[in-house]
């Protein structure tokens, strides 16, 4: 009777970190956020970009918010957005011009919905009259699969081969 009640406790015992990987690998985010801020950035625009973004699935509406800061003020900044294919923003469309009346901080949701699976980007271009331009991504994480963590597509290198190389090397004459 011992040895059979031994048994079950070595079998549910090691059944236990199963169950605990299992349930966390099921459990997936549901936001994201990230900024530019404290980051060193190209000459361009003098803006810096933060943002939340929420997990959906295809099919499902899902928003993300973005928010600008600048110190700059009495200027328009002009923004355009792009989209990978299968990812579509859904009306109200977010704003193409913003007055920058010394607020800092321009916060502008993106309603959107995506129609398949993966990591997916909307691309800014914001334009600053008399600052210039500067580019931002933002990625959104849409099914089970945007969580995968990609395989590296070359193997991994144990170190250098060195090929044989025929070479040929011919002097040029000087002209006089």
Known sequence: MQRHLTLLLILLIGTLPIQAMTAKTTQ?????????????????APVDLSYKTTYSQPGEESEATLIFTT?????VM?????????????DPLPPQKILLDGSRSYPVTIRYIASKEGKAFIRVRVTMERSGMRSFAVPLYIGEAS?????????PHN???????????IPLKRSH
């Open 28 to 44: 997936t985010p549901q936001t994201f956020e990230g900024t530019t801020k404290g980051k060193y950035s190209k000459p361009g």
């Open 71 to 75: 110190d700059h003020q009495n200027e």
């Open 78 to 90: 002009h923004l355009q957005f792009h989209t990978n294919k299968g990812l579509t923003l859904l």
């Open 147 to 155: 969580l995968e963590k990609p395989h590296p597509t070359t193997p």
């Open 159 to 169: 170190g250098i081969k060195v090929l044989p190389a025929q070479e040929q090397i």
